[in-house]
C-alpha cells in the first residue's frame, strides 16, 4: 500500500487568487497524478508528474494553469491559478504501486467565491 | 483507449438488502479492473480488483465482484448492505501502464 498525505484538506479562496496543493508519499514513486472531481463528477486526470522532467498534461489542461512541481520522488505540488468559480473542485493527487493500483490522497476541497 | 461506463448514477436500497452496482468496460485487451469507494469528504479506498485468474474477486466489507469477458462487465455485489456503505463508487479500468480511466460513479444510498 501507499501512505499519501494532501494537504490543505479544504480551503475557500478569492477569485484571482492561487493555490498550492500539496502531495507527500510515504515512499520513492516515478509518477504522481493529479486528478480533478468536479461536484457530482467523476475523476478527471488533470496531468502526470515525473520526477526531473516537465508534466504531461491531459487534454484540456494546461500548464499555466495548472503549474505542477515534482521536486524528488516522494513529493509533488499542484497550483490552481488565477481562480475562478469555475475551479471549485475536489483535487486528488494519486500514485500507482505495482503499474496497475492506484492509491490516492485525502483530496482537497477547493471552494473559488 | 479504454472507458467504463456505470449506468446507474443513483442507487437506493435498504439496509440488510443485497446491493448490485453495475460496471462496463471498454478495451482491446484484458483489463486491470478496480473498483473505489468514496465516502462524503473522504479520499478514494480500494475495495477490491481483478487482474487475472479467478473471475470472483473478494474485496474489503463483504464486497465482491464478477469479471464478465463476454458482457464486458465487473459488477459490484454486496449481500447485505449496512448503513455505512453508503457513499460513491467508482468502476477504473486500467491498462497496465499506470494510465487508469474511472466511471462516472454510483451514488448509494441506504434506508433504514
Known amino acids: 500500500s501507499a501512505v499519501i498525505s494532501q494537504k490543505p484538506s479544504r480551503d475557500i479562496c478569492q477569485r484571482g487568487t492561487s493555490l498550492t496543493i500539496q502531495c507527500q508519499v510515504d515512499s520513492q514513486v516515478t509518477m504522481m497524478f493529479w486528478y480533478r472531481q468536479q461536484p457530482g463528477q467523476s475523476l478527471t486526470l488533470i496531468a502526470t508528474?515525473?520526477?526531473?522532467?516537465?508534466?504531461?498534461?491531459e487534454s484540456g489542461f494546461v500548464i499555466d494553469k495548472f503549474p505542477i512541481s515534482r521536486p524528488n520522488l516522494t513529493f509533488s505540488t499542484l497550483t490552481v491559478s488565477n481562480m475562478s468559480p469555475e475551479d471549485s473542485s475536489i483535487y486528488l493527487c494519486?500514485?500507482?504501486?505495482?503499474?496497475?493500483?492506484?492509491?490516492f490522497g485525502q483530496g482537497t476541497r477547493l471552494t473559488v467565491v | 483507449a479504454q472507458s467504463v461506463t456505470q449506468p446507474d448514477i443513483h442507487i437506493t436500497v435498504s439496509e440488510g438488502a443485497s446491493l448490485e452496482l453495475r460496471c462496463n468496460y471498454s478495451y482491446g485487451a484484458t483489463p486491470y479492473l478496480f473498483w473505489y469507494v468514496q465516502s462524503p469528504g473522504q479520499g478514494l479506498q480500494l475495495l477490491l480488483k481483478y487482474f487475472s485468474g479467478d473471475t470472483l474477486v473478494q474485496g474489503i466489507k463483504g464486497f465482491e465482484a464478477e469479471f464478465k469477458r463476454s458482457q464486458s462487465s465487473f459488477n459490484l455485489r454486496k449481500p447485505s448492505v449496512h448503513w455505512s456503505d453508503a457513499a460513491e463508487y467508482f468502476c477504473?479500468?486500467?491498462?497496465?501502464?499506470?494510465?487508469?480511466?474511472f466511471g462516472a460513479g454510483t451514488r448509494l444510498t441506504v434506508k433504514p
Open positions: 494519486s500514485v500507482v504501486r505495482g503499474n496497475t493500483e492506484a492509491f
Open positions: 508528474a515525473n520526477q526531473g522532467s516537465e508534466a504531461t498534461y
Open positions: 477504473a479500468v486500467g491498462a497496465g501502464n499506470n494510465d487508469m480511466r
